[in-house]
T-cell receptor, first 114, second 111 residues
Framework: NAGVTQTPKFQVLKTGQSMTLQCAQD?????MSWYRQDPGMGLRLIHY???????DQGEVPNGYNVSRSTTEDFPLRLLSAAPSQTSVYFC?????????????FGSGTRLTVV | GESVGLHLPTLSVQEGDNSIINCAYS??????FIWYKQESGKGPQFIID?????DKRQGQRVTVLLNKTVKHLSLQIAATQPGDSAVYFC??????????FGQGTELSVKP
């Protein structure tokens, strides 16, 4: 049982490049979310999903796309990277709220856009 | 939309004292209220939660209090230890699975 796995752990992109941050969980959780955390700040919700085929926007969705084709995977795509997207990105998963016992977070991806 | 705020960005306590970290929220329809601990370089770690139909919940050395009248949440840590030094976030979970975080309070424990 690996929990929530994020890859890569570190990434440097040039402005305008695109890339996908990977997130996978092996706990059969229905809920998955992506957050970004800037230095000295809290976590801001980018996109979230309540099940395969269902996604919704969070607080800061612009510049990011997601899809949820399986329960296990929830990739985050940066369409055209900008320096403002330099941040640490966290993926998290949880059972649905009637079985809730807390979101489990991955260890993060540190992204730098130059 | 939902907003979650914390009263103090930093808190310094003496080892062995009790710590109290506060949080305010705006959405009365929230389902769960959760406290997370984040150590440097790591992802947030679940500490304790409380459901919206409860006022108080206790864990090991931690207690969460929920006052729905004034939309206020607090985390109490008993006998604070150096290992408790971290940033603490409150978060609010809506019935639709949306988890929104507050800004965080950095707790420093002086030996």
């Amino acid at each position: 049982n690996a929990g929530v796995t994020q890859t890569p752990k570190f990434q440097v992109l040039k402005t305008g490049q695109s890339m996908t941050l990977q997130c996978a969980q092996d706990m059969n959780h229905e809920y998955m979310s992506w957050y970004r955390q800037d230095p000295g700040m809290g976590l801001r919700l980018i996109h979230y999903s309540v099940g395969a085929g269902i996604t919704d926007q969070g607080e800061v969705p612009n510049g990011y796309n997601v899809s949820r084709s399986t329960t296990e995977d929830f990739p985050l795509r940066l369409l055209s990277a900008a320096p403002s997207q330099t941040s640490v990105y966290f993926c998290a998963s949880s059972p649905r709220t009637d079985q809730y016992y807390g979101y489990t977070f991955g260890s993060g991806t540190r992204l730098t856009v130059v | 939309g939902e907003s979650v705020g914390l009263h103090l960005p930093t808190l310094s306590v003496q080892e062995g004292d009790n710590s109290i970290i506060n949080c305010a929220y705006s959405n009365s329809a929230s389902d769960y209220f959760i406290w997370y601990k984040q150590e440097s370089g790591k992802g947030p770690q679940f500490i304790i939660d409380i459901r919206s139909n409860m006022d108080k919940r206790q864990g090991q050395r931690v207690t969460v209090l929920l006052n729905k009248t004034v939309k206020h949440l607090s985390l109490q840590i008993a006998a604070t230890q150096p290992g408790d030094s971290a940033v603490y976030f409150c978060a609010v979970l809506s019935p639709g699975g949306k988890l929104i975080f507050g800004q965080g309070t950095e707790l420093s424990v002086k030996p």
